[in-house]
């Protein structure tokens, strides 16, 4: 589980850090920020999608050569346009994916320092961090802490001239040989995280084993299950690692066979899920129709509207329904035991929905579910452990508090939710006297009073 985050030059944030840890050091299972618009509550979850997206350069760079050699074969024998644009697009998204990329788009604006990413974890009860630092266009200091033996130590670390890789680790020589040459070869412009998760992805799993200790895999595959869901500038972007394959396409798709035994498993855990939900829903499925060699399908629902059973589409339901539809997978994998991040977990659902979402998802939690929110419903049902505010000083410096360590006390008719709301925690919108009519009445007059015509256009 995720214990700490650390943020130096990363979007909004100059300096920040995010502390998950409880009583002797262990990571907690719950977290909920609040923070007024603009805080950075979407930028801290950025910062997860941003260590997944560096674990996949390498691999990208890999898959554009595939594509792209693919893309040539096939132009000249494939007379359908739209296969072809598509085959093109597929390429140009892969190839805009690079490390240099990544930085222009989350490194701080204005900023010359060096951005630089901290990630602390507990995994098998094991402390351990991993370290990224970036110029400009590429990555300048790596380094991967977590035990060796029976204590913590460095697994590698790297800078220029400077290269660390543990034997307690890395035991088989010739193999780190490989290792150190792919390093000189690609470092800089791929991470070694990212060179790590090529060999881990491309090559049987048992040779790996064979090569490295399994602590440094266990780091991997922690990494490898984070499920992120997050708001940015280009939209909503989700990563979801979950073993089932059809839970990234809950609403609709394609499948060989309709009798698909996990679309079936899916479709049960839907059924259960949204009729426990909604008194009108009395059943979810999926509608299959024949597609050449193959079946479409797409979710629908068993509705009492007006006294009768209606069969309604997902696509017809309301932005709220859709949205429960879309983070499901982000609370199965909480539950089943991974971490799971997500942004503005209430947009479009009700507060009191999100409220009973959430009371079920502490008793059966076995992984970690950490949330932005504006809900301060939700601080009835949340601990002050739980509960973190993005504070913003005069100056625009910026730090993650969590209400626990606020020296107030809470009494139940004190509770933090009023005490948020009065400002005793900062971190709410505070606003000067606002005007309308006279914005309006500016604005009208200058109208008249310039050359500007009806249209909007200077004469």
């Known amino acids: 589980m995720l214990s700490y985050l650390e943020l130096r030059n990363f979007k909004s944030f100059s300096d920040i850090t995010f502390d998950l840890r409880k009583a002797y050091g262990k990571p907690k299972k719950v977290a909920f920020i609040y923070g007024e618009n603009g805080s950075g509550k979407s930028n801290l979850m950025s910062s997860l999608l941003f260590l997944l997206l560096t674990l996949d350069t390498l691999n990208n760079q890999i898959e554009v050569k595939k594509l792209q050699d693919l893309n040539n074969d096939m132009t000249n024998s494939v007379e359908d346009e739209k296969v072809r644009q598509d085959l093109l697009q597929q390429v140009l998204r892969t190839r805009l994916f690079t490390l240099s990329d990544l930085i222009d788009d989350y490194k701080m604006l204005g900023s010359e320092q060096p951005m630089s990413l901290k990630f602390g974890f507990q995994i098998n009860g094991s402390d351990g961090s991993y370290f990224m630092e970036f110029s400009e266009h590429k990555i300048i200091k790596e380094e991967l802490r977590y035990q060796l033996n029976e204590r913590e130590g460095v697994v590698f670390s790297l800078k220029k001239n400077h290269l660390i890789l543990s034997p307690t680790i890395f035991f088989d020589l010739n193999y780190k040989k490989e290792l150190q040459d792919s390093i000189e070869k690609y470092w800089g412009k791929h991470s070694f995280m990212a060179i790590l998760c090529n060999e881990y992805h491309s090559k049987n799993i048992d040779y790996i084993k064979s090569k490295v200790n399994t602590n440094l895999l266990d780091v991997i595959t922690w990494m490898n299950r984070l499920s992120v869901w997050c708001k940015e500038s280009k939209g909503e972007t989700a990563r979801i690692s979950i073993p089932f394959r059809f839970m990234r396409q809950l609403e609709k798709g394609f499948v060989r066979n309709q009798n698909n035994e996990e679309l079936k498993l899916c479709e049960a855990a839907l059924d259960t899920f949204f009729t426990q939900l909604y008194s009108d829903i009395k059943a979810a499925y999926y509608v299959f129709t024949p597609d050449k060699n193959r079946f ?36 199965f994998t909480s539950i089943a035991g991974a971490s799971a991040f997500i942004d503005e977990i209430d947009s479009g659902i009700h507060d009191l929905l999100i409220k009973s979402i959430l009371e079920s998802l502490e008793d059966s939690l076995n992984g970690q579910f950490i949330a932005t929110t504006h809900n301060t419903l939700l601080m009835e049902s949340l601990s002050p452990e739980s509960t973190y505010i993005i504070r913003v000083d005069a100056g625009g410096n910026k730090s993650i508090e969590c209400v626990a360590s606020y020296k107030q006390r809470t009494q139940k008719t004190n509770n933090i939710r009023n005490k948020y709301l009065r400002g005793d925690y900062s971190g709410i919108p505070y606003t000067g006297y606002l005007d309308f009519e006279e914005i309006v009445e500016d604005m009208l007059h200058n109208t008249h009073s310039s050359s500007i015509d009806k249209d909007g256009d200077e004469e």
Request: proline letters at 6%.
């Open 296 to 331: 479409s399908y797409e979710l629908y629902f068993k509705k009492l509207i007006d006294g009768r059973l209606i069969n309604v589409p997902i696509s017809l339901e309301s932005t709220g329904t859709q949205k429960l539809l879309e983070i499901f997978p982000m609370l």
